[in-house]
């Protein structure tokens, strides 16, 4: 059970959050745990949907983003967003099985994604401290310095809801996947 009070409907969410919630209910068919439990607070439901539809305009394919998503909840050992992007990398990103297993330790089966998974991960270990060669091995993977930007707030924007779930224990609305023994 969530430590923190998940609303249970749109229509018992903070008045500022229910149109925010309409919104992910129209583009999703539903809205999972984690909206609601961000609805708490009208202005971080802003803020996450914001920053979301910000980089879903960006430089980097869906799947890619799936790709660092799970890299990172995987890091972060949160158990939410690992059903959640594994459902999401399966379902809208069209990710196979050995895709996802790779992007959960690290890594893709696709060059050029590989580079952006193993520099998020660096990230998301390092807290952003990350040497000249990483960044040199994400441009040399063909990345600009625009993407690179995108990947590192991405890190950030999934790091942020890594640590929302863990911190309320987030009811998981999605098939459950076990963590990496290595993570």
């Not at 149109?19 to 984690?34: H, I, Y």
């Not at 939410?80 to 809208?92: F, Q």
């Not at 991960?121 to 040399?140: N, S």
């Amino acid at each position: 059970m969530s430590r923190i009070p998940t609303p249970p409907s749109i229509a018992t969410a903070p008045a500022a959050s229910q149109p925010l919630l309409e919104a992910v209910n129209k583009q999703l068919g539903s809205v999972p745990n984690l909206f609601r439990l961000a609805a708490t607070s009208p202005a971080a439901l802003e803020g996450y949907l914001g920053m979301m539809g910000a980089l879903a305009k960006g430089a980097l394919p869906a799947a890619t983003r799936e790709r660092i998503a799970l890299a990172v909840a995987e890091v972060n050992g949160c158990s939410y967003c690992l059903a959640a992007h594994a459902y999401l990398g399966k379902n809208l990103a069209k990710l196979d099985d050995a895709e996802i297993a790779a992007n959960r330790a690290g890594t893709s089966n696709d060059a050029k994604a590989d580079a952006a998974v193993r520099f998020a991960v660096l990230v998301a270990r390092a807290r952003g401290h990350v040497g000249e060669a990483a960044l040199q091995a994400v441009r040399a993977a063909g990345y600009s310095d625009a993407q690179v930007v995108e990947i590192v707030q991405h890190v950030a924007l999934n790091t942020w809801t890594n640590y929302l779930n863990e911190v309320a224990a987030t009811d998981i609305d999605f098939p459950v996947v076990a963590p990496l023994e290595t993570a």
